[in-house]
Structure formats: structure tokens, C-alpha cells
């Protein structure tokens, strides 16, 4: 089958790891067959990440902002560029099957962002004919939450912002469960409880993301394809998130 595009959305003061992680699980997961001088994981075939450019690569991975450079981790991390602007006609939201919306305390300055809020709430409400995921990690969930899409949802983020978490949708007339589990899956629903073709993955701390977009994979093209990139990047993923 096609890569599945995954569209990672950073800004300034983005956390590191939160964009980071997920990246480096969707960048080497690849699709069968695989072939290792490895023994074979327990529960599916072996594994060994194919070459950049491959066929077989399952996601294909583009880094979008608003920014051509990026600063991260409150300034005090590394600067990076973007692949495509997130407003260009190749980062429209139409484009994307997954997107990611990484945590870090430059997320208080994007609950401000109009533009950004209206680009996630339309990937979110657009369906065109084909299932979409929405990935947030540690306090990217605020922008959901901002964007207006967890109404009715359980959902979780990092412990030191579920209280504003929580403000944020009521503020917003909405009601939701804010829960302290690592990883919550939940289907966007429309007012009379019709699935609307988006799962919605919301992931607590910062390092959480990585479980989270190991669960995505694993939903979407299966759990031996996620046991081999969580295997390659030697990261003890345990799989008990529902």
C-alpha cells in the first residue's frame, strides 16, 4: 500500500522530544516483508528498517510550521527547519492522514493562533472518504481542546496541565473526562453520536508520545510492523494501551 502521510506540526517552544519521538517511530516503521539476521519477536515476523526512499516505508513524514526555523525546548534546545509550510497548498490539511501536535510551552502562544486552530478543526470536520488520526502529545492536547474537538471525549495530557485542560473545553461548552492514563483513543463524533471518520489519540507527558504513535501505528497497519520499530529504536514498549 501507499505511505500513510503524517503531517508533524511544530512551532516555536515546541518540547524536543514531543515532536521528535513520534517521528522517529513513524519514520522506520516499514511494511513487510522484513528480513534480519535477528531472530523473529514473539508475536509476528522480523524486522529490519529498509533504506531512506524505500517502497516499503509505511509513513511518510513531513515536518510543517508557520516558521521556516523553529527554536525548541523553551530556546534552550537545537533549531530546526521545516519540510513545508503549514499554509503553503502542500500543507493544506486535506493532504494529511495523520498529524501530530507535539507539547512544550510554546503551545500557550498557539491556543492564541487562529490560523493554526482553524487548520487542525478542519482536518478534524472534513471527511473525504478516507479514516484520519489525530495525535497529540503532553500539552498539544490543549490545542484540541482550543480547536474545539474533544467535546464528549476522554482525554489526557501532561499532569501539570490537565486542571487548564479541563478549563478550556468547559470554557468552551464543552464536557470531557481529563484522565491521568498515558494514552487514551477515542473517535470524533458528531452531534448525534455519528463517528465522523477521526480517531483521536491524546498522550500524557512528554515522553509519551512515542507510545502514543507506536499505538497509531499498531492500529493502522499492525502490531508487528509496531513491535519492529519499537524493537529498532530498543525503546520497552508494553502495548496495554487501549
Known sequence: MPPIR?????????????????MEVFTIAAQ??????RPPFPLGASYRVPPPGSGRMAFDVAILSQSQTIRTSHG??????????????????????????????????????LHLLDWISRFA?????????????????LL????????????????????????????????AEVVEDRVVYEVLRG????????????TGGVSSGIDGALYVVKKLVGVDIARGAADWIEYDWKDVYV
Not at 512551532?11 to 521528535?20: H, K, R, Y
Not at 513487510?32 to 539476521?37: D, I, L, R, S, V
Request: with cysteine.
Open 144 to 175: 484540541l481542546a482550543k480547536a474545539a474537538i474533544l467535546d464528549g471525549m476522554r482525554v489526557t495530557t501532561h499532569s501539570s496541565a490537565r486542571e487548564m485542560l479541563q478549563t478550556i473545553i468547559e470554557e468552551g461548552g464543552g464536557m
Open 125 to 141: 470536520r472534513s471527511y473525504r472518504g478516507r479514516r484520519k488520526t489525530i495525535l497529540s502529545v503532553c500539552t498539544g492536547t
Open 76 to 113: 534552550r534546545g537545537c533549531a530546526i527547519a521545516r519540510n513545508i509550510d503549514l499554509f503553503s497548498p502542500e500543507g493544506q490539511d486535506d493532504k494529511w492522514d495523520i498529524v501530530v501536535i507535539p507539547g512544550g510551552v510554546g503551545t500557550r502562544l498557539q491556543m492564541e493562533n
Open 6 to 22: 503524517v503531517a508533524i506540526i511544530v512551532f516555536d517552544d515546541v518540547e524536543i522530544l514531543g515532536f521528535a519521538g513520534p
Open 32 to 37: 513487510p516483508p522484513f528480513t534480519t539476521a
Open 191 to 202: 452531534s448525534g453520536g455519528e463517528d465522523l471518520g477521526v480517531d483521536v489519540v491524546t
